[in-house]
């Protein structure tokens, strides 16, 4: 695995640099596997303020800022004295808003999902599950019939249908212009923890802690077929089209009249027994089995021939679906457990356990850091057109401006 290190900005910074020699700690982090080096540690202070009210930053120790605006600061080390850290520069970005009403401030915003016509959902592990307006955060929709704890939420294509699962077994479709409950399936034995959506949402495929996937049909809230063998809870999903190239099996059985656009989308699993299992979705032939260093947490295509998975132990190795034995490249952005990822523009947002939120682009290069959280957990982060949004241990959910070139 490439060796790497990470910097590491005072949460809140931008409130910290806000005033003349205000003050914000900076740190170099090792992320090595074995060996590590201790931690470099420096600050940022206020040196006073451009006509513009942007505060003029001098870093100590070897930090330097080489860019500042009213939500960024584009963060740099070298120090040509020392051969301690090779030279490392990220911009880090502060939040744009902070919804913390939506949800109970004493819970955990575990799942969130939005959409480009102005509409997010999100559960908590209040048990509870609302649509809200993603200008404001003004609650529309609760949505309310689960039982237990939502572990996952996502929109259809549409944008005004929600599917849902948790830990009553169950998988529940939503619209949201009424709030109400418009489809049940049931079949899992254990919690279900992810879903994908098929193309427009005729099909739709789940895992579950009873370590199987399932394929349904949402017109008869039928199941067509399980993925199962796995040891452990099968923790994340993905599905995607492949390239043409790729041999993704033929299906012992023709399909039935249930089961639509399924030919040549491969099923990605992330499973607890550190492994990361790809199946042709249609053929239900296993097609690779890559074997982790630990739990693997979630996954998620990054293109027709591209797919990355994250651990327990924080690592994140993209694979290259044509040849999948060895990975294009494994790395951490955090010593702490992968929570999740979101593929944007080639590369991905990853969240981890330990409150941090990165932008890999599509070098694999770590772009990006969200700043906000104080060391909780981010159990999720996705994005549209405008915005990225986080989900907190800390009750919060988070708004971000999009700035990828």
């Known amino acids: 695995m490439a060796t790497c290190c990470r910097l590491l900005l005072q949460c809140d910074w931008q409130v910290a640099l806000r005033e003349t020699d205000g003050k914000a700690w900076v740190a170099l982090q090792d992320l090595s596997d074995s060996a590590a080096k201790p931690t470099l540690r420096g600050q940022l202070i206020n040196r006073g303020m451009s006509a513009t009210g942007l505060p003029y930053v001098e870093g100590s120790n070897g930090f330097s800022v080489k860019n500042v605006s009213k939500d960024s600061l584009h963060v740099c080390y070298n120090d040509e004295a020392s051969n301690r850290f ?13 919804f913390t009403s939506i949800h109970d401030k004493k819970k955990s915003v575990i799942c969130l999902d939005v959409t480009n016509g102005g509409l997010g ?25 689960h039982v237990g704890d939502v572990y996952t939420c996502r929109f259809f294509p549409s944008g005004i249908v929600v599917l849902s699962g948790g830990a009553d077994l169950r998988l529940k479709v939503w619209s949201v212009e009424t709030g109400k409950c418009a489809a049940t ?33 949402c017109s008869q809230q039928m199941c067509l077929d399980t993925f ?30 249930k089961e639509v656009l399924t030919e040549g989308k491969m099923l990605l699993m992330a499973c607890e027994s550190n492994s990361f299992l790809s199946y042709g979705l249609q053929s239900r032939k296993k097609i690779f089995h890559y074997e982790c260093s630990d739990a693997v947490n979630c996954c998620t295509f990054l293109s027709e021939n591209t797919a990355v998975c994250g651990t ?37 947002f990853t969240s981890a356990h330990d409150g941090s939120c990165h932008y890999v682009n599509n070098q694999y290069d770590s772009y ?29 959910i988070r708004k971000y401006r999009l700035n990828i070139p």
């Open 185 to 217: 399936f049931i079949g899992h034995r254990g919690a279900v923890l992810d879903t994908a959506i098929v193309e427009r949402g005729r099909n739709i495929v789940s895992c579950s802690r009873d370590g199987s996937a399932k394929l349904w049909d």
């Open 121 to 145: 959902v999100s559960s908590s592990s209040d048990g509870t599950m609302k649509v809200w307006q993603t200008d404001t955060g003004e609650v529309r929709r609760d949505l309310v019939e």
């Open 86 to 98: 090779a030279p490392s520069e990220i911009n880090f970005q502060s939040i744009a808003a902070a």
């Open 228 to 257: 199962e063998g796995m040891a452990g809870s099968v923790n994340g999903i993905s599905v995607g089209v492949t390239e043409n190239s790729l041999d993704l099996g033929q299906p012992d059985k023709p399909p039935g009249e």
């Open 312 to 348: 327990q132990n924080g690592k994140l190795s993209i694979i290259d679906l044509r040849n999948y034995n060895v990975p294009l490249k494994e790395f951490k952005t955090s010593n702490s457990a992968i929570e999740s990822l979101y593929p944007h523009r080639g590369g991905f």
């Open 368 to 396: 990006l850091s969200l700043t906000g959280p104080d060391c909780d957990p981010v159990y999720r982060v996705v994005c549209n057109n405008n915005y990225i949004f986080t989900a907190c241990r800390d009750g919060h």
